[in-house]
C-alpha cells in the first residue's frame, strides 16, 4: 500500500505486506509506534497500541508484532526541528524484551536551509526545517 501510515486501521491494513516482528516505515515524517499484542489462546487480539514517541522515551514491547516510524532526519513534521530518529533493541522477539527509543539531535538546519534555495528547491520545503512542519 501507498499511503500514509497514520491510523490504526491503515497500519492494520498493511499488516499483510510484511512477514517479520518489525516493520520500519518512513514518509509519515512523524514518530509514531503501532503494536499489534499477540493474542492469548482462545482470546481475540488486543487492541493495536499506538503512541506517539516523545524524544528521551523508552517503550518496552510485547511480543507481537509492530510498525515503527522512527520520524524524520529532514522533514520533521511534528513540530520539532531536530532530526529525529529512533533506536530499535530486538532483544528476543519471540519472547520480549523489545523497546524502542526515541531520539532527537539538533543540527544546521540553517545551512541545510541555504543548501536547498542555492540548488533551486521550492523555498517552502526550506522554511519549514525551522518549524518542523
Known amino acids: 500500500m ?17 512477514e517479520t516482528p518489525c516493520c520500519l516505515v518512513g514518509h509519515t515524517h512523524l514518530p509514531l509506534l503501532f503494536a499489534f499484542p499477540e493474542a492469548a489462546k482462545g482470546s481475540s ?17 510485547v511480543p507481537g ?27 528476543d522477539l519471540d ?17 541545510t536551509q541555504d543548501k536547498m534555495q542555492r540548488s533551486g528547491l521550492p523555498a517552502y520545503l526550506g522554511q519549514r526545517l525551522a518549524l518542523g512542519r
Open 2 to 18: 501507498w499511503e500514509y501510515l497514520l491510523s490504526p486501521a491503515v497500519a492494520q491494513a498493511n499488516l499483510s505486506a510484511f
Open 45 to 61: 487480539p488486543p487492541a493495536i497500541q499506538v503512541r506517539v514517541l516523545e524524544p528521551g522515551e523508552t517503550v518496552a514491547l
Open 65 to 91: 508484532r509492530l510498525i515503527l516510524n522512527p520520524g524524520s532526519v529532514g522533514q520533521p513534521r511534528d513540530g520539532d526541528p531536530r532530526a529525529a530518529y529512533a533506536i530499535l533493541d530486538t532483544g
Open 95 to 111: 519472547t520480549g524484551g523489545v523497546t524502542v527509543t526515541q531520539r532527537r539531535v539538533s543540527y544546521d538546519f540553517r545551512r
